[in-house]
């Protein structure tokens, strides 16, 4: 019987700022001049950290409220993750990412030694390739992705890079090696995403955080706080936003659930069509 259920790519890159993504991602810009992918801008929860903001993005649900609001607090997460619904409901899933998502879904602390390659069909994440080095190379990154993928067909694909941040903490937001790190995703993005596109994935290019230019992140900053969202195909009604309006970071959780066919989790917040 051929597997019809929709297969959904989630790109976080970490660290990357709404103005940077729409000045340096030539790439996923002609894709929105082209009407194949829409953008939009969204405001990240507070703090504006890593692991707090991963817990964001696939739970759906705040700090206050999950328990995650610090990078150094590693325990496995205590609410249902897309990943978890994902898994409950026979879909495929696999991750190509930083070890702090590892650590929230699947497995806490992370021993690099036997924790890097995971495949567990009783996990959360069944299949996960788990980087622990902030200067793991993005183009290794997008090809360790790929190789989940095409080897299990995954109908749930999360892949999160760390070049854009590492670059951003040691030479700030607004430098050159920044710039450089953004633009260098885009050209791996202009790679794989016509073939993913190709394959009718539903495709998700986001951030947790931005960047400032002093090279920190995790307060209330436009620059640490709004990053892009890009949609490849036709978008919701519900993501119909006023001009200058940004889009809550949480929604991301339950719009992942809705492309994959999955019921949100209770804690999730509603989404709406505005028709």
């Given amino acids: 019987m051929t597997d019809t259920s929709p297969r959904l790519i989630v790109v976080v890159l970490d660290g990357l700022r709404y103005d940077s993504a729409r000045k340096y991602l030539g790439y996923m810009e002609h894709l929105v001049e082209q009407g194949q992918v829409h953008c939009y801008r969204v405001q990240s929860e507070l703090p504006s950290l890593s692991r707090p903001l991963y817990e964001v993005l696939l739970t759906g649900t705040p700090a206050a409220k999950n328990g995650i609001t610090a990078n150094h607090i590693v325990r496995l997460s205590q609410e249902q993750s897309v990943f978890g619904l994902a898994a409950k409901a026979g879909l495929r899933t696999a991750a190509a990412a930083y070890h702090w998502v590892s650590e929230l879904y699947n497995s806490a602390p992370f021993n690099p030694i036997t924790d890097r390659h995971q495949h567990d069909e009783s996990k959360p994440i069944q299949h996960g390739i788990f980087y622990f080095e902030d200067q793991y190379p993005d183009s290794h990154l997008f090809v360790d992705a790929e190789n989940l993928r095409a080897t299990y067909d995954p109908h749930f694909l999360y892949i999160h890079t760390m070049n854009i941040d590492d670059a951003g903490h040691k030479h700030g937001g607004e430098s050159k090696p920044y710039e450089a790190s953004v ?85 999730m917040i509603a989404l709406v069509d505005k028709r």
């Fill in 183 to 267: 633009r260098a995703v885009d050209g791996m993005l202009a790679t794989l995403m016509p073939l993913w596109m190709s394959q009718g994935c539903r495709i998700i290019v986001t951030a947790d955080h931005g960047m400032n230019a002093a090279g920190y992140h995790g307060g209330t900053e436009p620059e640490e706080r709004h990053v892009p969202l890009y949609i490849c195909g036709e978008a919701p009604d519900l993501l119909t936003v006023s001009d200058g309006e940004a889009l809550p970071q949480l929604m991301l959780a339950p719009l992942m659930c809705r492309y994959l066919g999955l019921e949100p989790s209770e804690r």
